[in-house]
């Protein structure tokens, strides 16, 4: 009996390896990139700020690995407040109810001071803006120059300092930074799903 002990320790450590490897690959996969037009897109209803740059931010309201996002984004706006105007897009299938977009992250981005958000059905506004996955930010400058293209998190659901929260800084503090594109962690914004499948498919992998 007692030699099998040491053999049911090994197993027990490779299983939690294996899934440890695995949860953190999933945690540091990105979703795909938005396709995002250098040009602010004509077809938008959305207004372009003629002053301070323009922040659009794509959501879908049952990814719970986009907390995190809008977690980033109070801190982002906190630190530069009049220096960008912001859009948060929540993206709303056909067919759901009234409120089926009204999560705990659309409460969470209506209390950012400067932030407006609003319903983005079927997904027309993120489409123009070439977004496809939850958390994706574009920026464009007042004439209408893509300044940035990315996400804002360092991995699916973990807050804290990453590289494109700051370059997001550097570009409204400064007018410039060292990158201007960066990965972005979220679900598909156009998946077929419904909210419960959305939130399995992160839920099994990061736990929340």
Known sequence: MKRL???????????????????????????????APTQ????????LDTVVPTLVMAIHPHCPCSRATISELAVLMTRSRNLVKTQVLFVKPTGFNDDWEKTDLWRSATMIPGVNVSVDNDGQ???RFGSQTSGQVVLYSPQGHLLFSGGITGSRGHAGDNEGRSAMESLLTSGTAERTETPVFGCSLFTKNSKSIVEESCNAHIGN
Do not use: C, D, M, R
């Open 5 to 35: 002990v040491p053999i049911a320790v090994v197993i027990w450590l490779t299983v939690v390896g294996t899934g440890l490897f695995f949860l953190w690959g999933y945690e540091n996969k990105p979703g795909p990139g938005a396709k």
């Open 40 to 47: 602010w897109p004509h077809s938008t209803q959305l207004s």
């Open 125 to 127: 506004e993120a489409g």
